[in-house]
């Protein structure tokens, strides 16, 4: 960033020096438009970088009774990318089908294969319908699985659960 910033100034200095005679206005304005430019470096070193390559992953797959929320960070825990069923389309009660979650899959996959990503490792979470189908979907797609780990919170005798559903 400090090269770029280092290169502008340069010019602005090269600019100046071409035209001695201009007045104290148009200085003005040059640093005014490298003050500008620094505070435009400064606010874009923060956001998201897609074309550098990762080539290991986490994908996060959240399956809920009600719909499939897939998220995938690099090794520090960054999201890359994430979809989720109803990103993709699926309203109500087709949010939680396992084909929504494949497809879900499907499309994060599309992302991660741009970043050129190899492996990954999965976290399932949850015990919605569209669990299997979204780790068979990764699986079949041809990235190579490094682990899957299972993090539902599963209660040891803790909160009373509610009541149980009657249609």
Excluded at 26 to 47: C, D, I, L, N, W
Excluded at 96 to 114: D, F, H, N, R, W
Aim: positive net charge; contains cysteine; hydrophobic residues 30%.
């Amino acid at each position: 960033m400090s090269d770029e910033i280092q290169k502008i100034e340069e010019e602005v200095k090269l600019d100046g020096a071409k035209s001695e005679g201009e007045s104290s206005a148009e200085e003005k304005k040059t640093k005014a438009s490298v003050a500008k430019q620094q505070k435009y470096f400064r606010t874009a070193k923060g956001k998201r970088r897609t074309n550098v390559a990762v080539p290991r992953g986490r994908a996060y797959v959240h399956a809920s009774l009600n719909n499939t929320i897939v998220s995938v960070a690099d090794q520090n825990g960054n999201v890359l990318t994430w979809a989720s069923a109803g990103n993709c389309g699926f309203r109500g009660p087709k949010k939680s089908t396992p084909y929504a979650a494949s497809k879900v899959v499907e499309k994060v996959l599309e992302k991660v294969e741009k970043l050129g990503m190899k492996e990954i490792s999965l976290f399932v979470t949850g015990v919605g319908n569209g669990r299997d189908s979204a780790v068979r979907s990764f699986n079949a797609k041809g990235l190579n699985i490094v682990s899957i780990k299972e993090t539902t919170p599963v209660p040891h005798n803790g909160c009373r659960p509610r009541r149980a559903r009657r249609i």
